[in-house]
């Protein structure tokens, strides 16, 4: 279903921006790159511990697309979020001084990557099945 997939690909860039947003973002993001690190880590290895090579290709089919662009998307928003949190922590109410917020190439760097996430779903969505349904064919035959 495309709902599920969305909320799956768009869940950890949505958190790191928000907490972007808040002087927690500074401890937050962080902790979130940690969580993340190590549920995708893990699921990659288990996949290999359990099918060996096989496993990997699988593994690499699953969480090809999600590794190549969604994970790229997710440092350039949490490095960009991290530093706007910093800014915020640091001088949240200085007059005269913009918001990093309104910064143009933030707001660039922020539809770049919304287009970047949105090619991963469109991928995830039609040829993750495609490509599974063939391995798997190939190996139960």
């Known amino acids: 279903e495309l709902l599920p997939l969305?909320?799956?690909v768009v869940r950890w860039p949505l958190f790191v921006l928000l907490l972007g947003f808040t002087?927690?973002?500074i401890v937050g993001i962080p902790l979130l790159f940690a969580v993340r690190g190590f549920?995708?880590?893990f699921a990659v290895a288990s996949f290999i511990r359990m099918f060996g090579a096989v496993g990997g290709a699988l593994a690499f089919l699953l969480f090809g697309f999600t590794g190549l662009l969604a994970l790229p998307v997710l440092f350039v928003?949490?490095?960009q979020s991290l530093t706007v949190s910093f800014?915020?922590?640091g001088?949240?109410?200085v007059k005269g001084k913009p918001s990093p917020l309104f910064d143009r190439a933030y707001i660039f760097r922020c539809g770049v990557c919304a287009a970047v996430l949105a090619l991963c779903v469109?991928?995830?969505y039609i040829a993750v099945p495609a490509l599974l349904g063939t391995i798997v064919h190939r190996f139960t035959a």
């Open 6 to 8: 969305v909320w799956e």
């Open 91 to 93: 001088r949240p109410f």
């Open 87 to 89: 800014a915020m922590f």
């Open 23 to 25: 002087a927690l973002g």
């Open 39 to 41: 549920l995708f880590s």
């Open 77 to 79: 928003l949490g490095v």
């Open 122 to 124: 469109l991928l995830e």
